[in-house]
């Protein structure tokens, strides 16, 4: 591990996220670091749950994982449901390996920037996609029936989603460089892929990223270029609605339920599913049918008439996902998760507390691109976790590091008197 360990912290945790765009790249490294966790902890269990900051991910993952475990008793799809429960045990062991990585505040903001380098790369990803049909990485340009246009990049529905999570990240490394209030204008197309990814509920989390920014900004840098530069970067988020609008009018079609095809229609179809779904809840609200099984019971009781449900299918809404799938335990987990990502969001140190937001994103109640219990959400769960906790861990309150030099000085000050 200790060559591991020499590699900078910053490129480790970009290429991990950078991952996230190869399809199940992701997945095959959190298997793979799993595996070594494993091995870990049936060599030395008192080293492993030892480690600095494992346990506090273990207590945090546990607001998803015990409902999903009880959820197995009345599970409509026991399959699907065990492999979702593997799969977060498998986040605490790979969680070890990352953690053997300190990441100070220098590493810290260096991995802003070069996230934000990502990000721009997925960004010219996408209008790669919309110019010539193809992205960088070879994903056609999908296609309505109606003739609209969907920009996914290399992420398919994810994209959007993606792009706004990760946008904190992003805003504040455009804020710590030296063009000023000028390079707000960068945001510009970033923005703009969002709403050209035709999902309408990407455009409200980047909205809510950017007001949850602000409140970070205004809590923990007080300086008065902070107002000047969150009003530049709102002003961008305006043209880059009616930008991103005039180069395709997916959103608007998806929006208004005009899209032919029936995979994108979204205000036509998603009432049945949450009406499916809240239904589904109310007739297992104990535990619910098991994670990943409302498409199951949707097909069971066939209460979508319009749509040939499949067992893959999700209620397009986190919220209600974890409400049908996990019943009252899953609802009370999600909550005590926010919780914990609440008091983090106050937090002193701006690394933390945007950290916090971007982890509060990935999870975002009324997310409905992809399903809550995905490998993506899941790879995305994993991730920003535990950067949080690596956080939290390694980069020190402001008081303490003043504090150092004066605990320094003491003794040579006793010295000479």
Same mark, same amino acid.
């Given at each position: 591990m200790q060559k591991f360990s020499d590699i900078s912290p910053a490129i480790i945790w970009v290429f991990l996220f950078f991952t996230l765009s190869l399809s199940s790249a992701t997945r095959q490294f959190i298997w793979l670091m799993s595996l070594v966790g494993i091995a870990m902890c049936a060599r030395d269990p008192k080293a492993f749950f030892g480690t600095d900051g494992i346990r506090r991910f273990w207590v945090v993952l546990s607001c998803f994982l015990i409902p999903a475990i009880l959820s197995l008793f009345d599970a409509i799809n026991l399959e699907r449901a065990a492999s979702g429960v593997v799969r977060f045990v498998a986040y605490g062991f790979a969680v070890w390996v990352m953690l053997?990585?300190? $990441?100070? @505040?220098? !590493?810290?903001? @260096?991995?802003?920037? $070069?996230? &934000?380098? #990502?990000?721009?790369?997925? #960004?010219v990803d996408g209008l790669a996609q919309l110019l010539t049909g193809l992205s960088v990485f070879g994903n056609p340009l999908i296609e309505l029936d109606s003739g609209h246009t969907l920009v996914t990049g290399s992420f398919r529905t994810g994209y959007g989603s993606t792009l706004a999570i990760l946008s904190p990240f992003f805003l504040e490394a455009l804020r710590r460089g030296r063009g000023g209030i000028s390079t707000s204008v960068l945001s510009l197309p970033l923005f703009a892929t969002i709403v050209m990814s035709g999902n309408e509920a990407s455009i409200l989390h980047a909205l809510c990223a950017l007001c949850g920014y602000g409140l970070v900004l205004y809590r923990v840098e007080r300086g008065a270029d902070i107002g000047a530069w969150l009003i530049s970067l709102a002003v961008c988020f305006c043209v880059a609605i009616v930008a991103g609008s005039v180069l395709t009018e997916t959103f608007i079609a998806s929006a208004s339920g005009q899209a032919a095809t029936d +995979?994108? @229609?979204?205000?036509?179809?998603l009432p049945d599913f949450w009406m499916s779904a809240w239904s589904g809840f109310l007739d297992h609200w104990v535990n619910g049918v098991g994670i990943r &099984?409302?498409?199951? %019971?949707?097909?069971?009781?066939?209460?979508?008439?319009?749509?040939? #449900? +499949?067992? @893959?299918?999700?209620?397009? %809404?986190?919220?209600? !996902? #974890?409400?049908?799938? +996990? &019943?009252?335990?899953g609802l009370i987990g999600y909550l005590l998760f926010f919780v914990f990502l609440g008091r983090r969001l106050f937090d002193k140190r701006i690394e933390i507390a945007l950290c916090s937001l971007v982890v509060m994103l990935a999870l975002f109640p009324l997310n409905s691109a992809v399903s809550f219990y995905s490998y993506f959400s899941g790879n995305f769960l994993f991730l920003t976790l535990a950067l949080l906790i690596t956080l939290d861990r390694d980069i020190r309150l402001p008081a303490e590091v003043e504090a150092v030099p004066a605990t320094v000085a003491s003794p040579t000050q006793g010295d000479r008197s």
């Open positions: 053997q990585i300190k $990441l100070d @505040r220098k !590493e810290s903001q @260096r991995m802003m920037s $070069l996230l &934000g380098a #990502v990000l721009m790369i997925w #960004v +995979t994108y @229609r979204a205000l036509e179809y &099984g409302w498409g199951s %019971l949707a097909v069971a009781l066939d209460n979508v008439s319009n749509l040939a #449900v +499949t067992d @893959r299918w999700h209620p397009h %809404l986190f919220l209600l !996902e #974890v409400a049908v799938d +996990t &019943g009252v335990p």
